[in-house]
Every structure is written in C-alpha cells, then in structure tokens.
C-alpha cells in the first residue's frame, strides 16, 4: 500500500496523507486546514507567548476569535466543509495546548472522525501531557502530531519558560525545566511508535537558544521525528522577549542548515492563528462570520440518548469527581423543565479499567456527564463511546442547559484534591 495511505481503524476509510499542506510543501496551495479552538487552558507559561481572544488584527499562535465546544467545533466544521470542500486537515493548536484541555480535545477529535473518516486530523503540543493519550489518538487516525521543544540544556529551557504544570503539581526554574523536557522526549518515543508522524517546532531564540537548536534536531532524529520547524521569534508586547529583535533571514537560513544535516527542515510555516482555516498563510476572512454564528447556535443532539448523568452529593450541584460517586443523578429534559428519573448505582472500585467499561455500558442511553472531576483512564473509556464528559462546578441546571440548550457553560471545573492514583490509573483500590 503507498505510504500516503492509511487505513482507519474505525472506518476503514482511506485518508491521503499527501494532502496535508504543513508536511507536504506541494500540497500548500491546493488543499486548506482549519485549527478548531477548543483547548484555551495552558499547562505551561512560554516567556514568548502571550494569548489573546477575539482578536482579528494579530496571526500567530495563541490568538483566537471564539472558544468553541467540541460539538459547536463539529457544526462548524460541517459549514466549512460545505464552502471549502478542498479542506482535508483538521487541527487543534490551542490558544492554549490541547493536552492541557484533554477533555475537550478528546472529545472534539471523536467527533471529527466519526463524521469525516476521510479527514487528516493533526495536533500541535509542547508534549507535556502527551503521553497518557497517544494510544487512543493512534486508534483515532491521527497522523500527524508537532511537539514544540526549544532545547535539550535545562539552563537554557528554564529561561524560555516561567512555569509548568503536570499533574497536581506547579514547577518554576530548573524543575519546571526538567518535567517538560523528561515528558517530551516520552511523547515522541510514544508518537512514533504508534505509527504518528512527529514534526518537531523550535522558536529561535536569539542570544537564548539560537545556538543550540542543531542539537534539537539530532535528538529529535534519534527518537524518530521525520520534520522541523524552526520558527524566527515574533516578539509580542507585555511578554519577557518583546524587547529582542526577530533572527533575519540569513540567520534563520544558517540554522535550517544545521537542521538539513539531522532532519527535512520546513520552509513554508505561515505562523498560524488558533483559529487558522483556509489555504496556508491564505486565512479564509469569510470564516469568522461563519463561527460567530456557530456560537449562538443549539447543538442537536442524539436522540436515542435522551438522559445526562450527574456526579453529585445531593443532587443540587455537580460537585463530585467521578471516581468518588457510588452512584450517579439520571436527568432528561421534559417540556415542564429538568426531571430526575433515578440514581444509577456505578460499578464497584477495585477491578481497575473494566469498572468504567462497565460505566460507559451502564451509561448508553446518555449523551452526556457531568461531573466535578475525572481522570484520564476514565474520560478516555468513557469518551470513546460517544458521551460528552463535562468538567465543572455548580448548579446541575446550568449543566444541563449547556447539553440540551447549547448554553455558554459558565461554571469552572473545581479544584484537582482527589488524589487517589493521581489520574485514576493506580492500583485498582479506589477509583
């Protein structure tokens, strides 16, 4: 078969890997992308990046018009298709990174394939909570996956970044260094052997990490990454670096040179918006009319899945992590408003995964959770079925109206205090 090709699994659809205009310089004229800004959160603070919303004046990285839902981001994409039928990628790249929003992202990237197996589908990450979910995004078809790593030295590393996140726990300086490097280096390993096809991004630095990016592209060669992006710095204002000068040209030249020795360089990067569509470095302007109308729209949903299920302590407010619920609040929508129908016991703890297959079975006729937390072996069981997992706190009300009305959920998922397997994959004796 031509490595152009790939089987999915799940629909057995041929997907022409040619056809992606980022990895494939031929491609960049005649087939478009879209980036569907679903993953606003960050797990890291780059001292480059500085994100903005509803902005039209600025592309790069970090900058989006709207935030859209997993299923406001499937509708939107069933418009653009219809206008651009030349569109053959969908992307998540932020404004955030779609790690740090794995609900959402997972949930968007289900949603994509199930109604467009023919579509290549990508991410762009710093890798630092890759890994948990590469075995799924493998089983999804995605293909292609960019991992930004600015160094190898944890000196220079640690200036380029003010903070980390990973896990329940924040790091600065050297520690902060060390978590995102030791991740990202496991997330390639991981990528490449599912079969994904790894582009490593490097912003050029200069005076930072302009001297050391050659050494990124023979590690990345090392672990199997097929492409790099070396990206000349664009100084933003109020972030550390709006003071430096972006690298010229013959600088960027010589660097790629170094790059030719390792790896493909990429010459072609367009700099993208979270919300980029149309051809590369050619934005579609017609696009934000068309997502500004998605925003406001009430998302339909299936109807053989009339119920949502609510993680709850009294059945007021969804304030319960799901691995703590002995049983779980069963709502539907009837013309008098919300009705509880009944408590659904959940499987018992202790039988590890197999108690949330027996959840997802156990939940079939809803389309949706709600719940005050959850961990990545769960959302992923779960989510693979078709449920909409929804992280927050508050009211059931206001839940419920985000899944039947397509209301703006406004509530914010709680505090991370459950503790048990940090990510409910430990030893199969709590969640």
């Not at 108690?355 to 779960?382: F, H, M, Y």
Request: net charge neutral.
């Amino acid at each position: 078969m031509n490595s152009s090709h790939r089987i999915n699994k799940k629909e057995n659809a041929m997907i022409d890997l040619e056809k992606h205009p980022c990895f494939n310089i031929e491609a960049k004229g005649k087939y478009g992308r879209v980036h569907l800004p679903v993953a606003p959160k960050c797990n890291i603070q780059c001292n480059y990046c500085k994100r903005d919303y509803d902005c039209v004046n600025e592309s790069r990285p970090g900058v989006t018009s709207e935030i859209l839902s997993p299923e406001q981001a499937l509708a939107y994409l069933i418009k653009l298709k219809e206008k651009m039928p030349n569109l053959s990628v969908v992307g998540i790249a932020g404004p955030g990174d779609p790690f740090a929003n794995p609900t959402e992202t997972m949930t968007t990237l289900r949603l994509v394939r199930q109604h467009f197996p023919e579509m290549i589908l990508c991410l762009s990450s710093n890798g630092l909570n890759v890994a948990p979910f590469v075995e799924e995004l493998a089983e999804l078809g995605v293909s292609h996956v960019t991992i930004t790593m600015n160094s190898l030295d944890t000196d220079v590393t640690q200036g380029i970044y003010k903070w980390a996140r990973f896990g329940n726990h924040g790091y600065v300086g050297k520690a902060a260094a060390d978590v995102l490097l030791e991740n990202q280096l496991v997330a390639i390993k991981m990528l490449r052997r599912f079969g994904i096809t790894v582009k490593i991004n490097t912003i050029v630095i200069p005076g930072v990490n302009d001297h050391s990016v050659e050494s990124v592209a023979e590690k990345a060669k090392e672990l199997g990454a097929e492409l790099m992006n070396a990206i000349p710095l664009f100084p933003v204002a109020d972030t550390l670096y709006e003071n430096l000068k972006e690298p010229d040209m013959l600088t960027m030249r010589e660097i790629r040179l170094k790059i030719a020795k390792h790896l493909k360089p990429m010459t072609h990067c367009a700099r993208c918006r979270a919300d980029a569509v149309g051809l590369l470095g050619e934005d579609d302007l017609e696009a934000k009319k068309i997502m500004s109308e998605v925003i406001n729209l009430s998302v339909e949903t299936d109807e053989n899945r009339p119920f949502v299920a609510v993680a709850s302590y009294e059945g007021m407010l969804v304030n319960q992590h799901l691995g703590e619920a002995d049983s779980l609040y069963v709502f539907r929508e009837t013309h008098n408003g919300y009705r509880m129908v009944e408590q659904r016991k959940t499987p018992p703890s202790g039988i590890g995964n197999k108690r949330w297959e027996k959840l997802a079975e156990l939940l079939n006729d809803c389309r949706a959770l709600l719940v005050g937390g959850i961990g990545q072996s769960p959302s992923a069981t779960i989510g693979r079925t078709g449920i909409r997992i929804v992280e927050m706190t508050g009211l059931i009300d206001e839940g419920l109206d985000a899944i039947y009305k397509g209301k703006e959920l406004r509530t914010v998922k709680k505090a991370d205090v459950f503790k048990c397997g940090a990510v409910c994959t430990g030893k199969a004796t709590g969640c």
